[in-house]
């Protein structure tokens, strides 16, 4: 019994740390989700057009977060594997190509962000809408440039292991969003109502105050001494860059095939009337607050992975991996039992339609399905993000959601006329083959791989980034 003693101190440690690391990230990325709820409510109380360009423009500017966000995730398991790997002195080198490549990366986001009207129009936008969906990116796209740099800091501070700043500046641009919206949509203070235009205006202002705020922070408090961050002006240096974005593209790609399947199953359902429509919202908002969990870990799981290695410590990359992923699994449980034996109490929060309700309880309780398997894919690639793995889980990604997933799911809604279920269950099915490929190469790579500290430190390092 006492053999077994070291084993489980260690599980328990390797636990602690995880939500330790976790819990500030879930809560950032509740307040994400947030932002688009305060922009929803805003919106809607000042007239139901803007409501809906309001709408449409965020998911257009949805695509644009997950790829400026996806390009970022390279950071974090760089400096996490420096960090392991006891060289915080040349954390600053990454650093620094790292805000290049934010810089340019929100460039390109800030131009598409304003050029999207082809976009607008495949989605057969109602015209009507059009010019204020149009004003809305063309205000909100000067936040692009913000939102990456944030995110570079963001990986920053997560690769080493400090994730509290996150939370905090998180929820502090969630609670500015709020008036900062209101005086610019509504026309307070002197100023014209601005409406769509406004609510653009006031989240790329809060990005910007986000960014700032999070960067004087990083320069000032102790925990980032010693990390020669700004120590002297560094031009980009292209082989670099193209280190990071072999690590960050693959994971922009990934965020941005999930993204797609979303925002392409919206649009299906959207041909099958507007009590479908409404009951898929629902359903959807549900499921994706609900993600925030496992997301906020699979955050935590890069780095936990990624210091592992670093030390050269293949044992600790598959604690790391295994006990993250089992942790998920928990709070999927969770979520789970209160999505499939609380479907109507949670439909009914969001509306009072009889009909809207009925086919809402079917999505819920579908969602609450795929919470395992959700989870289990977000996990997996979390740990494989920690091994800077990136390129292979694209690809089963790829696979799972556009070559499975999609196909499967319109067939079940057309030609079997399962209507929204029908997508709903494509869901279903793509994020189970997804779980399954992902977790069995985290699990070949955990088993068969074994990583050595010094060849970590040749390999890894911001001196040659070599790929």
């Known amino acids: 019994m006492k053999a077994f003693r070291p084993e489980r101190v260690r599980l328990m440690h390797e636990l602690r740390a995880t939500v330790r690391l976790a819990l500030p990230l879930v809560f950032a990325q509740l307040a994400a989700i947030g932002s688009n709820v305060i922009d929803a409510l805003l919106a809607g109380h000042f007239s139901a057009h803007v409501l809906g360009a309001v709408a449409v423009g965020a998911s257009i500017w949805s ?10 995730m390279a950071v974090p398991p760089w400096v996490a594997q420096l960090d392991g790997a006891g060289r915080r002195l040349e954390v ?3 650093f620094r190509q790292a805000l290049w490549l934010a810089l340019g990366m929100g460039v390109l986001l800030w131009f598409a962000v304003r050029h999207a009207m082809p976009l607008i129009e495949l989605m057969g936008v109602t015209p009507s809408l059009r010019h204020d969906v149009q004003a809305f990116l063309l205000a909100i796209s000067w936040g692009a440039p913000a939102l990456t740099c944030y995110f570079a800091l963001r990986g920053l501070s997560e690769g080493l292991s400090l994730t509290r700043p996150s939370m905090y500046f998180s929820l502090g641009g969630l609670a500015l969003l709020v008036p900062l919206g209101y ?10 109502p601005q409406g769509a235009h406004g609510c653009g205006m006031a989240t790329a202002a809060v990005l910007w105050i986000e960014m700032m705020g999070l960067g004087l922070y990083v320069l000032k408090h102790p925990n980032y001494r010693g990390l020669g961050l700004l120590d002297h002006f560094e031009w980009p240096h292209l082989r670099r860059i193209a280190a990071l974005a072999h690590v960050g593209l693959p994971m922009a790609v990934t965020l941005l095939a999930e993204a797609g399947l979303f925002v392409a199953t919206a649009l299906i359902i959207s041909s099958l009337g507007e009590d479908v429509i409404a009951s898929h919202q629902v359903a959807i908002n549900i499921a994706s607050l609900f993600f925030m969990i496992p997301l906020g870990l699979a955050m ?23 006990c993250g992923i089992g942790l998920t699994l928990g709070t999927q449980l969770v979520s789970a039992a209160l999505m499939l034996g609380l479907p109507h ?4 929060l969001y509306t009072h339609d009889p009909k809207v309700i009925a086919l809402a309880v079917q999505l819920i309780m579908l969602a609450g399905l795929f919470q395992f398997s959700d989870g289990i894919q977000v996990a997996s690639n979390g740990a494989l993000r920690g091994l800077k793995d990136t390129r292979v889980p694209m690809a089963i990604t790829l696979f799972a959601y556009w070559m499975i997933g999609m196909p499967l799911g319109w067939w079940l809604t057309f030609q079997r ?4 279920r029908g997508m709903w269950m494509g869901l279903i099915a793509g994020l189970s083959v997804a779980a399954v490929l992902l977790f069995m190469r985290f699990w070949r790579s955990a088993w068969r791989k074994r990583w050595h500290r010094a060849a970590v430190t040749e390999s890894a390092l911001p001196a040659t980034l070599e790929v």
Not at 63 to 72: E, K, Q, R, T
Not at 183 to 192: A, N, S
Request: glycine share 22%; aromatic share 10%.
């Open 63 to 72: 695509l644009a977060i997950v790829s400026g966000i996806g390009m970022m």
């Open 92 to 94: 600053g080198a990454v």
């Open 183 to 192: 005086v610019l949509m509504f026309g307070k203070f002197g100023l014209p």
């Open 300 to 322: 935590a799981i890069t780095v936990r992975v990624g210091n592992a290695v670093g030390r050269g410590d293949a044992r600790g990359v598959r604690y790391a991996g295994f």
């Open 345 to 348: 109490f949670i439909a009914s």
């Open 417 to 420: 006329g399962m209507g929204a």
